[in-house]
């Protein structure tokens, strides 16, 4: 008798369209399949431990990519998409959440992916932007966070944390880990100089709102308007009640 199992899959569009990643990477088709959720993913969820180190999300997704992707190159923006989409594959596109005392149902299914403007690259496949500072001229090149990005990121702050425990360094740390050349020259020490002694404070603030501006994602935002007829624009709370709603 065969153990194996026809186990239905779906084709999930990355808002990155896949223009980032290196020409031989299957992340460049611009789509993962991913596989419906399992009682064996359930298990994932309730794991204490995953929980308490904080990558139960990692975990979920990697068990449900079918395509044989590296997943610490996927972009962040990318990884929201197929946050949903285990959401959907897992418990049905109905998602159903508490604002202002009354409870919404949201169809997970009709959010759009904000895609990326491929015309912003410097090129073709590469991971790499071209932003002018307002206030000092300086051009600064940066690329897009992946996830690798965001663990060695958390990785840096913990060690911080260690030296000096009341240490808040996390947004220059992230600076430090998007920009990828300043003027021209990328020697990282030179690059991680800049951030801490010569990233003014609004073209800092004028680069994170660029960079918010181009960031391939999902746009969880939805307008509802409430039984006394106020309407309002809410974002989707993305919480542990999301990825299991019988929490």
Same mark, same amino acid.
């Not at 298990?43 to 308490?52: A, G, K, M, V």
């Not at 410097?122 to 991971?127: L, Q, T, V, Y």
């Not at 990785?155 to 009341?166: C, D, N, W």
């Given at each position: 008798?065969?153990?194996?199992?026809?186990?239905?899959?779906?084709?999930?569009?990355?808002?990155?369209?896949?223009?980032?990643?290196?020409?031989?990477?299957?992340?460049?088709?611009?789509?993962?399949?991913?596989?419906?959720?399992?009682?064996?993913?359930?298990?994932?969820?309730?794991?204490?431990?995953?929980?308490?180190?904080?990558?139960?999300?990692?975990?979920?997704?990697?068990?449900?990519?079918?395509?044989?992707?590296?997943?610490?190159?996927? =972009?962040?923006?990318? $990884? +929201?998409?197929?946050? #949903?989409?285990?959401?959907?594959? %897992?418990?049905? @596109?109905?998602?159903?959440? /508490?604002?202002?005392?009354?409870?919404?149902?949201?169809?997970?299914?009709?959010?759009?992916?904000?895609?990326?403007?491929?015309?912003?690259?410097?090129?073709?496949?590469?991971?790499?932007?071209?932003?002018?500072?307002?206030?000092?001229?300086?051009?600064?090149?940066?690329? =897009?966070?992946?996830? $690798? +990005?965001?663990?060695? #990121?958390?990785?840096?702050?913990? %060690?911080?944390? @260690?030296?000096?425990?009341? /240490?808040?360094?996390?947004?220059?740390?992230?600076?430090?880990?998007?920009?990828?050349?300043?003027?021209?020259?990328?020697?990282?020490?030179?690059?991680?100089?800049?951030?801490?002694?010569?990233?003014?404070?609004?073209?800092?603030?004028?680069?994170?709102?660029?960079?918010?501006?181009?960031?391939?994602?999902?746009?969880?935002? #939805?307008?509802?308007?409430?039984?006394?007829?106020?309407?309002?624009?809410?974002?989707?709370?993305?919480?542990?009640?999301?990825?299991?709603?019988?929490?």
């Amino acid at each position: 008798m065969s153990n194996e199992f026809n186990m239905p899959t779906e084709t999930v569009e990355l808002p990155s369209k896949g223009l980032l990643y290196p020409a031989d990477s299957p992340l460049a088709s611009g789509s993962i399949e991913m596989k419906y959720m399992t009682a064996k993913e359930e298990d994932i969820l309730t794991n204490q431990n995953y929980i308490q180190k904080g990558v139960v999300v990692d975990k979920l997704l990697e068990a449900l990519i079918v395509s044989k992707v590296n997943y610490s190159d996927i =972009l962040i923006g990318d $990884k +929201d998409a197929l946050l #949903i989409a285990s959401r959907i594959l %897992g418990y049905g @596109k109905e998602y159903t959440f /508490s604002a202002y005392g009354e409870e919404i149902t949201v169809d997970l299914s009709e959010l759009e992916n904000k895609v990326l403007d491929g015309s912003l690259l410097k090129e073709a496949g590469k991971n790499e932007f071209e932003f002018k500072l307002p206030s000092t001229d300086n051009t600064i090149t940066f690329k =897009l966070l992946t996830q $690798k +990005d965001e663990k060695d #990121i958390q990785r840096e702050l913990e %060690g911080l944390k @260690k030296i000096s425990a009341t /240490s808040s360094a996390e947004m220059s740390t992230r600076l430090k880990y998007m920009i990828l050349s300043v003027n021209g020259n990328s020697e990282r020490p030179y690059v991680r100089s800049f951030v801490d002694k010569g990233f003014l404070a609004r073209d800092a603030r004028a680069f994170r709102e660029y960079y918010a501006s181009i960031v391939p994602g999902m746009n969880t935002t #939805i307008n509802h308007t409430f039984e006394d007829g106020l309407e309002e624009e809410l974002s989707i709370p993305i919480n542990a009640n999301f990825l299991w709603p019988d929490l």
